[in-house]
């Protein structure tokens, strides 16, 4: 499953940590499938 299929609001999560976290790094893991899913989810909404 990739990015944002599930029931965690992930828009909301990172940009709650983009405000808040600011010296952050992320680290988010995807296989198989979910993978590309991620990649292109991350890209649409800009956090890529």
Not at 12 to 23: F, G, K
Not at 30 to 39: M, R, T, V
Request: no cysteine; charged share 20%.
């Amino acid at each position: 499953m990739g990015l944002g299929q599930g029931t965690i609001p992930m828009f909301d999560a990172l940009r709650a940590l983009e405000a808040h976290a600011l010296d952050a790094i992320w680290a988010i893991e995807a296989e198989g499938a979910g993978i590309g899913q991620s990649l292109e989810w991350l890209s649409r909404h800009r956090f890529i």
